[in-house]
């Protein structure tokens, strides 16, 4: 039951808001919007606004629609003219400049990125976080498959000139070169000097099986230890280190001597300590510092210097992030599409409804912000696959604006209804392929 229901609210939010875009925008032309549904099928549940749109919910919670007053429509059913007002015959969709039926068009999508920014900015800015660091956890490596040495303790930084600042990056890093053969050009930053260096790792059909996709880390060909960066995200007021000069951001290398590759060892180091004197060489903007810090001791007798790994987002550094993640999740949901197309990616790894609501109850099960972000991420996927240039779909819907705006004038009408029908019929077979792999994952 907790299943339906979130996949329920999952699903009818992101409709609200994808079709809430496009009837803001038809409503800023002056176009009649007819009916605003949630949901398919039957309607269960209607209401008209002063402006004679009905708002309606219909019986099938697997999408919506918005219908809008149109020279299609009325050529359709001609005696519906009897219903509407002359300034609203006045103002049908076709009657539009191109770049207003553009905007209608674009509006649903651009919601959907929309909700996506405004969820991300208030995960990021609602959480404190650490940055995490991707180490090299052996000894030595050097292979014919990789264009160099490479040492313990250096730290993945890039991929392909894609900066890696968390786990998320580095999955769909990896995953963008599913099928590969060929190089990959990976950066790194060495442990001791802190330069960034590159190096060419040769692969040959890489991750090129659905299980292998699912843990690309795994199978990439350098061994990675997922760690806290040893960078001073929060101080205490007054405390050993902030007195002392030490400055959030500031990333510490070496105490009393040893060296410092992630914050873990930070307390270890300082936990060994007798000495309340403790010297730090940090690195900040560029430049090595070493502070000299008299640390205060705790009533077990360990040296604390009131520093701390967790930090805060600002507001401005949360909406930020939240904007580039969408972009940056939004053309990696274009590419594995691309990918699931020529067969680089498991087309298995699509889901349909079913996988959908699976999603949606475990989110919902794992707390509200696990669940706001899958909310996030699927609405990023539907303004995504709304843009494709599938007729039916807003991106058909431009590309047929953009043949138009070619030609001069619209597509013969047995072209455009061949284009919506194939459309549909690709729509649909997607649709059965993506249940019948979740009906597959369920029985298997």
């Not at 040492?151 to 099928?179: C, F, H, M, Q, Y």
């Not at 004197?277 to 360990?302: H, M, P, T, Y």
């Not at 699931?340 to 099960?365: D, H, Q, R, W, Y």
């Amino acid at each position: 039951m907790i299943t339906l229901i979130a996949f329920i609210i999952l699903l009818g939010v992101l409709v609200v808001i994808h079709e809430g875009g496009h009837f803001f925008v038809l409503r800023m032309c002056k176009v009649h919007v007819d009916r605003f549904s949630v949901g398919m099928g039957p309607v269960i549940y209607k209401k008209k606004d002063k402006k004679g749109t009905e708002f309606a919910l219909s019986a099938l919670p697997l999408g919506g629609y918005v219908s809008y007053l149109s020279k299609k429509a009325l050529d359709a059913e001609p005696q519906m003219r009897k219903q509407f007002t002359d300034e609203q015959l006045d103002n049908l969709f076709e009657t539009k400049p191109k770049w207003q039926r553009a905007a209608v068009m674009f509006a649903g999508p651009l919601a959907n990125f929309i909700l996506a920014v405004i969820i991300f900015t208030f995960i990021f800015s609602s959480q404190q976080t650490v940055k995490p660091i991707f180490l090299v956890k052996s000894e030595y490596i050097a292979s014919s498959s990789i264009s160099g040495d490479i040492n313990k303790n250096d730290a993945l930084v890039s991929i392909n000139g894609e900066k890696i600042t968390n786990p998320t990056d580095l999955r769909l890093a990896l995953l963008a070169n599913a099928g590969l053969t060929g190089e990959i050009n990976v950066g790194f930053q060495d442990f001791q000097t802190s330069e960034i260096f590159f190096r060419n790792i040769s692969v040959a059909n890489f991750l090129s099986s659905s299980e292998q996709q699912q843990e690309p880390e795994k199978y990439f060909p350098i061994d990675l230890s997922s760690n806290i960066s040893p960078e001073i995200g929060s101080l205490s007021k007054e405390g050993p280190a902030s007195l002392a000069g030490l400055e959030v951001g500031d990333k510490i290398i070496e105490i009393n001597g040893k060296s410092v590759s992630h914050f873990e060892q930070v307390s270890e180091i300082i936990g060994s300590e007798s000495n309340t004197s403790i010297n730090l060489v940090i690195q900040r903007d560029n430049q090595i510092k070493s502070f000299l810090i008299n640390a205060e001791i705790s009533e077990e007798g360990i040296p604390i210097l009131g520093i701390s790994a967790v930090y805060k987002r600002t507001l401005f550094d949360a909406f930020t992030k939240s904007v580039k993640d969408t972009y940056n999740l939004s053309i990696k949901t274009l590419l594995f599409i691309g990918k699931m197309i020529t067969g680089n990616m498991g087309a298995e790894n699509l889901s349909g409804p079913v996988g959908i609501a699976k999603m949606s109850g475990e989110a919902f099960n794992a707390g509200f912000l696990p669940f706001l972000y899958l909310m996030a991420i699927l609405s990023i996927s539907l303004g995504v696959l709304n843009l494709l240039p599938i007729p039916v779909l807003d991106g058909g819907q431009l590309t047929m604006l953009a043949i138009e705006a070619i030609r001069g004038e619209p597509l013969p009408a047995r072209v455009e209804n061949f284009a919506y029908t194939l459309g549909a019929l690709m729509v649909g077979f997607l649709l059965v392929f993506a249940v019948t792999n979740d009906i597959f994952r369920w029985i298997g």
